[in-house]
C-alpha cells in the first residue's frame, strides 16, 4: 500500500547530519524533527529543505538550551517538546518562547523517587496534556491544560500468566527484604501515542515478550476498544536463542483518513490498521541496508496521505507515499466503515483487481450485493473472503424468498410427512412387544437398542445374537459420517473450510480407529480385574451399538447445516449434545448388562478406563518422543562424523 | 539431511574407487574437451583487430593511443590516454590527502592486491601487497611485447601472484594469472583483490561511480554515506551459497562492469574473464579514509561456513574450502573513453562497442514495440476428494483461452505482441521436473491446440514463446532419487533453494525446496527437449532461468560457476543454431548475445544507501539491437512502470491468467494476486498504445544519452536526435519554457546533441 518516495539525510536538507534523530511529526507544512543527540530541533519544508533549527528557546525571556529533545507534537500555533534531558515538556510559540512548561509531578501519585523523562507528548482538544515518561507504566500522565498534574491515564494491564500467579504465591510467604530481591512484575509501558479526531488514544508497546495486544485504542474513559487478544505484529514464530523474537513497536501514527500506523524496530516493519477495527491491512518494508529499508526505526508521522518514518541508526526520513492500490484500500474501508457497502462495490471491485488476496475486499462486495438483494452471488463472495457471519446473513434472506415463493406445496408436503411418521410411529409400537424376540433381524436390532437399551442389551446378552460384522459397519460408519461431515457441511458450519484441503483424512481416521481399540482393550482389561463378565468381542460390539446415537447426531447435523442459518446454529449444537449423552448411557447400559454390574460399579469402571486410556496414550507419546529424540541425536553424530572426515 | 549426509559419506569412497576406473575414459575426453575448448578460445581473438605492443623501457610499454609505467619498487602502474592526455594511476599520488592515511587504509591504498587467505582452512586473514610484497622487496618485473608482468611475492604469507599488464585497443588489459599462482605452506587464498584504488578520487574530485547494480546505478563521490559500502556480486551470489535468511528484495548485478566518472575524465572497466567470480566493492570517502573507491574481488577458493546447532541453541559454524581453485584468469579492460556526450552515455557506447551486440544478433531490425505477455498454462493446486488431500493440475489459460484473449487485444490496437507460455505441461506453473520434451496437457488442449494457436499468432504478428525451466526442480527427472540429479554446495551437501517467509525473511518452516540440476544434465535436458520441440513449426522459445543464473557445482564432478556459464551460453548456441529466437529473461552479459528478446528487464536498481541514482544502463546496452520489456506492470509494486517503459525505451510486460485468481488463492500462488486477464484487457491496449506512440520513432534505434535532469524528471536522447523528457512527480515542470505535466512525458524531435 505504500511505495517509497524520497529519502533524505541530514546533508540532503542541508542541517549537517543528524544524530539519532527519536520523533517527528509534521503539521502545518511543516516538519519537525527532533535530532536528539545534537540537541536541537530540525524544521524542514515539505519539500526537505531547512525552514529553522531550534536549540535554543526563551523562557520568560532567559535563554534556554535544549538537551537531548524526544517527542514532538504541533498544532496550529504551537509546538511541544518533551526535553527529556531537561526533564521538562515545553509548550513553544512560533518565536521559541515557552508558553508553559510541564514539570514532573508533585503529586503523591508520582512516585518522588523515580526521575521524570519525558519521551513523548500530545494535548488533545481541550487543551489537556498527555505525557510518556521514560519507566512510567502506570499510563500516560495527563495533566490540566494551565500545566497541573491531574492523574494517570489508561495503564498496560499485567498480562495473568502461571508464573505470575506463582510469584503472587510467594509474595504471601516472603518477607519485605526477600521480596525486594524478586523482580516485580510491572505492566508494560507505552512507548508512543497519538490522538485522531475523534478524541480515540492510540498506544503501543515496545516490548520484547508479549506478542498480544500490542497496540491499542483507548476511548476517553481510558479502556481499550480494539480487541486485546489479537497479535497485532508479525504472525511469525522466529526463534533466537531460545527466545521468541517479536514485533516492537516504537511509534505509531493516525491519519484522518481512517488508517493507522505502527512502526516495528524489530524488523523494520510498517504496520498499517483499520482505525476502526484494528484490523491489518498491510506490512511494508523491512531492515536492511537498502533505500526504503531501516537500521533502527524510531518514529512515524501520517500526513497529507504520506507516511514519514524516521530511522535513528541511519539518521534519515523516508516519506513514503501510498500507492494507486493503498488509495483505493483506504477509500474502499472509509465507505465500508461508514456502512455504505452500496458504494464501496465498484472501488472493492478494483482492489481485487490489483490484489486477488484481499479478503475484505471480498467481503466488503459481499455486504454490498446482500444490499442489492442479490443473495447467491453474495454467499459466493462471503465465501471467498471466509465470512462464515455476512454468508449466513445472505443464505437468511436467501432461505426466505424460498420459503416465500415455494410456500404452497412445502406446508403440504410437511404435513404429510409428519402425519406419515406419526402412523408410522403408531404401527411399530403395536408390533413393539414381539419385535424383540419373533421378528429379529441383526441390521435393524441396534436400533432397536437404541430405543430400548435396558431390553435392547438384556436381549443381546442373553441370547448373544451380537454380530461383529454389524458392530463393524456401525463403526465404520461412524468414521465415515465424521469425515463427510468435516468435508460436506454448509459453507458456515465449516470453520476451517479454508484448511479443508490440507485435512488429512488418514490421520483422522488413526486416531478414530486407535481410540475405539485402546478403549475395548482397557476397558477389557479393566473389567477383568474388577469381575466383568464381559469379553474383549463382546465390548467391541456393545460399545459400537451404543456409538449409533452419534452416527445419528452426524448426518442430522449434516442435513441441518444446509438448512439452517448461523444465528440457529444453537440448534444443531443442542441436537449434537443430546445425541451424544444418549450416546453415553447407551454404554453405560450396555457395559453394565455385559459385565453384570451394578451402575455404581459401571461408571467406576469407566472411570478407570479412561484413566488407563490416558496413561497407555502418554506411554506412546513417551515412547514416540524418545525415538524421535534418540533418532536426531544418531542423525546429528553422522553429521558431525561425516563433516570432520571432510574437512 | 540425514539421508544426504550419508549418501556424501558414501559418494567419497565411491569416488576413490570410480576415480580408477574413471581415468583412462577422463583423460581421453579431456583430450578431447581440451582441443575443442582450444579452438574456441583461438577463434574468439580473432575478432579484435591485433594491437601492436612497443617496449619503451624496462618499465614502460606503449600503444598508438596508450601508454603504461609500472614502478619497479612500488609495484605501481600509470596509464596514460595519449588521446586526451588524461591519467590514471593504481595508486594514489596526490600528497596531502595521502599522507593523512593511516594503518590499515595506507597499506590497502599503497597496494595493488588485496588478499584474503584461510591458515589452515580455518582462520581468515588479510595481506596487502604493500606490506607483504613491496615492503620486503617481493616485486619482480619483466616486459616484452605481450606486456609488463608483475609478479607480487608475498614473502611471509608464502604465496606468489603474478599479473599481466598489458594495452589493447581499448585501453589497459590487467589480468591475475590464476593458473600460475604458487602456493606453499599451509594458506590458501579465498579471494583476490585487484588494483583496489585505481581511479580512486580524493575528498575534493568530483563524479561518480557506475555500478552495474539492477539496470544500474549511480554512487556520488563524497555522498557523507559513510556508514554503508556497496558490496555486490556480478550475476548474484553462487545460487548454491544461499543463506538462511532472505529478506532483501534486491536486483541483480546484469553486466560485469564498472565505471568511474572523475572531474569530467571518464574510465570502463569491464571484467573481461572472471565475471562470475567476481564482487564489486564500492566506499566513498569518510568510510575508509580519504577516498572515494571502486574495485573488484575475485573468488580464487570457493568456501562456506557449514552451521550445525550447539547446546546452547547458537549455531557452531564449519569452514569448508573447494578443494578446486578457480583456473581462468581475472582479466579487467580498464578502457578510459573520449567524451562525446558524457559520463555514463560514454561508458554505455563504449562498453556497447565492446560486447557488439548487434553483430551477434545478426543485424536483425526492430521496427516495432511489441507488448510482452505471460500467460499461465496451468498450477498444480491442491484439491481434497472426501478427505483425501490430492494435487490436480488445472488448467488456468489454454490454448484455445489464449486465443480468445489475444484476439481480444488485438481488436482492442495491440497489434504486436510477444507471449512467455508458462505451465504448459502436466506440471504447471512451479517447475516439478525438468521437462525433456514439450508436452502440453490436454486440458491446454494438446499439441494440435499449440499449433491451432501459432497458426493464428503467425498470421497475427504474435510470436509465442513456451517456457522452459531446465534449472530448477523438486522431483528428480533423470535418476531414481534428486540427490543424484542435484548439484552440491562446497560442504558437499545437496544445495536446496528454500523458500522465505515475506515477514521475516527466514526459510519457510515446511515449505518444498527446490534443487538445481547438474550442469552436465542441463545440457542434456536442453538437447532432449530441442528434439522433441523442433518437430513443431515454431521457432520461438523462452528459458526463463538459463540466462540469469549460474552456480557451482561440487559434486562428484567439479564444475565451477564459470563453466557453467560455458555450458549454458553452449545451449543458447545450439538453440540459436537451430534457428530458434530465444526468449530470456533478463540474461546476464554472457547470455545476452544469444537472446532475440529480453523479457522483464530490470528498470531499476536495488537502491543500496549508498547508491545516489537509477540509471538505465542496461537498457542502453540493448537499445536498438535487442527487443525488451520492463518487468510485469500488474505484478510490480510500483504504479510508473508505464512511465519506466517510456524512459527507458521498454515494451510493456503484463502477466495473465484467464481463470480467475481465486483458483489459486488456497495454494502457495500469493505472488500472482492480480492476474486475472479480463480486469486487466482494456488498461494493457490504452497502455499499449501510449508506449507505442511514445517510442515509434526510436525503436531501431541506439540511446546514446541519458540524464536524470532533477528529481522525478529523466531525458533520454537517441541516435536520430530525438529526446523523450519523462517527469514521475506528481506536479508539473518547466522544461527551459516547455511545460511537461505530472506524470507524463514529452517528446522533442531535435536536433541531436
Known sequence: MLTVGSVINGIDAGSGSWNSPQDICVANDLIYISDKDNNRIVVLSLDYKVVRIITTVYDNGNESLLSSPMGLAADKDYLYVADSGNARVLMLDAQNNVVLKLEKPDNALFDQNRVFQPQKVLRDKNGYFYVLSFGTYEGALLYNPDGTFLSFFGANRVTVTLSLLIEKSWQKILNKTQLSKVAKNIPQEYSSFDMDVNGFIFTCANTSTESVAQIKKLNPNGSNVWSSNINYGDNVSEWSGGTLVVSRFTDISTDDMGLVTAVDAQRGHIFQYSAQDGRILSVTANNGIQQGTFGNLAAVDCYGGNVYVLDSMKGNLTVFNPTEYGILVRNALNLFNDGQYDASYDTWKEVLKKNGNMQIAYSGIGKALVGKGEYTDAMKYFKLANDADGYSTAFEAERKIFLRENFFWILPTAVILILLFLITGAIERKRKVDYATKRYNKWKYPFYIMMHPSNGFNDLHWTKRGSFTVASVIISLWLLSSVIKKQLSAFMFNANYSSKVDMNVWTQLLAMISLVLVFVVINWAVCTLFEGKGKIKDIYIYASYSILPVVVSNFLCLGLSYVLSLGESDLINILRVVFFLWAAILLLRGLSILHEYSIKQVILSIIATVFGMAIVIFLLLLVVSLFNKVASFIVSIINEIVLHSQQ | ?753
Not at chain 2, 135 to 152: A, C, R
Open chain 2, 1 to 753: 539431511m540425514k539421508l544426504c549426509c550419508i549418501r556424501n559419506n558414501r559418494s567419497k569412497y565411491m569416488r576413490k574407487i570410480k576415480s580408477f576406473l574413471r581415468q583412462g575414459i577422463v583423460l581421453g575426453l579431456a583430450a578431447i574437451v581440451f582441443c575443442f575448448s582450444a579452438s574456441a578460445q583461438k577463434a574468439e581473438p580473432q575478432l579484435k583487430k591485433a594491437i601492436d605492443i612497443t617496449v619503451v623501457s624496462d618499465t614502460e610499454i606503449e600503444t598508438q593511443d596508450f601508454s603504461l609505467m609500472a614502478d619497479k619498487t612500488a609495484g605501481s602502474i600509470i596509464l596514460k590516454d595519449k588521446r586526451t592526455g588524461a591519467c590514471w594511476y593504481s595508486n594514489p599520488t596526490d600528497g596531502d590527502l595521502q599522507t593523512n592515511m593511516k594503518g590499515i587504509n595506507k597499506m590497502q591504498m599503497e597496494s595493488q592486491l588485496i588478499v584474503n587467505y584461510l591458515i589452515n582452512g580455518k582462520t581468515s586473514k588479510q595481506a596487502t601487497s604493500f606490506a607483504s610484497s613491496t615492503e620486503k622487496e617481493g616485486i619482480m618485473l619483466s616486459v616484452d611485447s605481450n606486456g609488463i608482468k608483475i609478479t607480487y611475492n608475498f614473502i611471509s604469507e608464502k604465496f606468489e601472484i603474478p599479473v599481466l599488464y598489458s594495452l589493447d585497443e581499448y585501453g589497459l588489459v590487467a589480468s591475475v594469472l590464476s593458473n600460475e599462482i604458487v602456493e606453499s605452506g599451509e594458506n590458501e587464498i579465498t579471494e583476490i583483490s585487484l588494483l583496489p584504488y585505481f581511479g580512486a578520487s580524493g575528498v575534493n574530485d568530483k563524479g561518480y561511480f557506475l555500478v552495474p547494480d539492477g539496470s544500474g546505478s549511480l554512487i556520488n563521490f563524497n555522498n557523507g554515506k559513510t556508514g554503508s559500502s556497496y558490496q555486490q556480486k556480478i550475476y548474484d551470489t553462487d545460487g548454491l551459497m544461499n543463506s538462511d535468511t532472505n529478506i532483501v528484495k534486491v536486483e541483480i548485478a546484469k553486466l560485469p562492469v564498472f565505471g568511474i566518472e572523475k572531474n569530467g575524465c571518464t574510465l570502463l572497466s569491464v571484467i573481461q574473464t572472471g565475471a562470475s567470480s567476481c564482487k564489486l566493492m564500492s566506499y566513498v570517502s569518510g568510510t575508509n579514509g580519504n577516498y572515494n573507491y571502486i574495485y573488484p574481488q575475485f573468488t580464487y577458493r570457493q568456501s562456506a561456513a557449514y552451521k550445525m546447532l550447539s547446546k546452547t541453541w547458537y549455531p557452531i559454524e564449519i569452514n569448508f574450502v573447494s578443494p578446486l581453485s578457480v583456473k581462468e584468469n581475472f582479466t579487467v579492460r580498464y578502457s578510459p573513453v573520449v567524451k562525446k556526450y558524457g559520463g555514463y552515455s560514454d561508458m554505455a557506447d563504449c562498453y556497447r562497442n565492446m560486447l557488439d551486440i548487434k553483430d551477434a544478433m545478426g543485424n536483425k531490425s526492430i521496427d516495432n514495440v511489441p507488448l510482452y505477455l505471460d500467460l499461465y498454462g496451468s498450477a498444480k493446486v491442491s484439491d481434497n476428494i472426501l478427505g483425501f488431500p490430492v494435487m490436480v493440475n488445472r488448467s488456468l489459460t489454454s490454448f484455445d483461452d489464449a486465443e480468445n484473449l489475444l484476439y481480444q487485444l488485438l481488436n482492442n490496437g495491440v497489434d504486436s505482441m510477444k507471449v512467455r507460455y508458462l505451465g504448459t505441461s502436466s506440471m504447471g506453473i512451479t517447475n516439478i521436473k525438468v521437462p525433456t520434451s514439450f508436452e502440453p496437457t490436454s486440458a491446454m488442449g494438446g499439441i494440435k491446440g499449440f499449433n491451432k494457436l501459432v497458426e493464428f499468432a503467425d498470421k497475427n504478428n504474435i510470436e509465442i514463446y513456451p517456457d522452459n525451466d531446465f534449472i530448477f526442480f523438486r522431483k528428480p527427472t533423470f535418476s531414481l532419487i534428486k540427490q543424484m540429479d542435484a548439484t552440491k554446495d562446497v560442504c558437499n551437501k545437496i544445495g536446496s533453494f528454500y523458500q522465505y517467509e515475506t515477514s521475516n525473511g527466514k526459510v519457510k518452516y515446511n515449505s518444498v525446496n527446490r534443487y538445481a540440476l547438474q550442469p552436465a544434465k542441463v545440457e542434456c535436458a536442453a538437447d532432449k527437449y530441442l528434439k522433441s520441440y523442433a518437430k513443431l513449426n515454431n521457432k520461438y522459445i523462452s528459458m526463463s532461468t538459463l540466462g540469469s543464473f549460474i552456480y557451482s557445482d561440487f559434486g562428484n564432478e567439479i564444475c565451477l560457476s564459470n563453466s557453467t556459464a560455458e555450458k549454458f551460453t553452449g545451449i543458447l548456441q545450439n538453440y540459436n543454431e537451430n534457428n530458434f529466437n530465444i526468449m530470456l529473461e533478463a540474461p546476464n552479459a554472457y547470455a545476452l548475445p544469444y537472446a532475440d528478446s529480453v523479457i522483464a528487464a530490470p528498470t531499476s536498481s536495488s537502491c543500496f544507501d549508498l547508491e545516489d541514482e537509477t540509471v538505465p544502463f542496461y537498457q542502453m546496452i540493448m537499445h536498438g539491437s535487442v527487443s525488451y520489456s520492463v518487468p510485469s506492470v500488474n505484478l510490480s509494486d510500483s504504479d510508473v512502470e508505464v512511465l519506466k517503459a517510456i524512459e527507458t525505451g521498454s515494451g510493456l510486460m503484463y502477466s495473465l491468467s484467464n481463470a480467475d485468481y481465486s483458483v489459486l488463492c488456497y495454494d502457495d500462488y500469493d505472488k500472482l494476486y492480480s492476474v486475472t486477464a479480463n480486469n486487466w484487457i482494456d488498461e494493457i491496449s490504452e497502455n499499449y498504445l501510449k508506449v507505442k506512440q511514445a517510442l515509434s520513432s526510436v525503436t531501431d534505434k541506439l540511446m546514446v544519452f541519458h540524464e536524470n535532469v532533477s528529481s522525478g524528471v529523466s531525458r533520454t536522447v537517441y541516435e536520430n536526435g530525438v529526446e523523450i523528457f519523462v517527469n514521475y512527480n506528481d506536479f508539473s515542470v518547466d522544461l527551459s519554457g516547455t511545460k511537461l505535466e505530472a506524470k507524463s512525458y514529452l517528446i522533442k524531435q531535435g536536433e541531436s546533441k
